[in-house]
T-cell receptor
Framework: AQSVAQPEDQVNVAEGNPLTVKCTYS??????LFWYVQYPNRGLQFLLK??????LVKGSYGFEAEFNKSQTSFHLKKPSALVSDSALYFC????????????FGAGTRLFVKA | SQTIHQWPATLVQPVGSPLSLECTVE??????LYWYRQAAGRGLQLLFY??????ISSEVPQNLSASRPQDRQFILSSKKLLLSDSGFYLC?????????????FGPGTRLLVL
């Protein structure tokens, strides 16, 4: 069965500091991994994805994520946080063995303090 | 470019009343379409998905139903709303084909059942 875990309900970071939002997963076959961001009362916006290739994936707004197959993780990172990065972040996974169901994590709320 | 629309943006309905939420996609053909519900600003629950006109798969048994009368139109309905139907409803699309992995979300409909 597919699953995604975002172990932190909330992450607090000061503006200008690096941020990490954690995600671990379990799938059958090879994983397709995604990060989305949601601002209040808005739909989810796609940030980045890992399908194959380089383990470090770069996405929108300066975010990046590192795929680690041995640790089954796909942590989201940014070298220098902005107050405007404050939002709800979702990790998602789908296995490559078929089916249309993408599993979303419970979400991690990021607060960036000025 | 592709865009996805949802309406209405906000809806307040009495218990027992019917529901119809609409989602349309522009700029693509034969998309996969999805309805999610998000409760309390947290995780997403997949309600329905569709790979073509008239083809609907239900993930969770409930008093909601979905229909896809046209290629790029996806409708979420209920004959009698329950209090527990309150939430934020998100429609999403992904490209058809073997690499239809990334989902793109609409702006959402906030439903309050009183």
């Amino acid at each position: 069965a597919q699953s995604v875990a975002q172990p932190e309900d909330q992450v607090n970071v000061a503006e200008g500091n690096p941020l990490t939002v954690k995600c671990t997963y379990s799938v059958s076959g090879n994983p397709y991994l995604f990060w989305y961001v949601q601002y209040p009362n808005r739909g989810l916006q796609f940030l980045l994805k890992y399908i194959t290739g380089d383990n470090l994936v770069k996405g929108s707004y300066g975010f990046e994520a590192e795929f680690n197959k041995s640790q089954t993780s796909f942590h989201l990172k940014k070298p220098s946080a902005l107050v405007s990065d404050s939002a709800l972040y979702f990790c998602a996974v789908r296995g490559d063995t078929g089916g249309f169901k993408t599993i979303f994590g419970a979400g991690t709320r990021l607060f960036v303090k000025a | 470019s592709q865009t996805i629309h949802q309406w209405p943006a906000t809806l307040v309905q009495p218990v027992g009343s019917p529901l119809s939420l609409e989602c349309t996609v522009e700029g693509t053909s034969n998309p996969n379409l999805y309805w999610y519900r998000q409760a309390a600003g947290r995780g997403l629950q997949l309600l329905f998905y569709s790979v073509g006109i008239g083809q609907i798969s239900s993930e969770v048994p409930q008093n909601l139903s979905a229909s896809r009368p046209q290629d790029r139109q996806f409708i979420l309905s209920s004959k009698k709303l329950l209090l527990s139907d309150s939430g934020f409803y998100l429609c999403a699309w992904s490209a058809s084909g073997p690499r239809q992995e990334t989902q793109y979300f609409g702006p959402g409909t906030r439903l309050l059942v009183l």
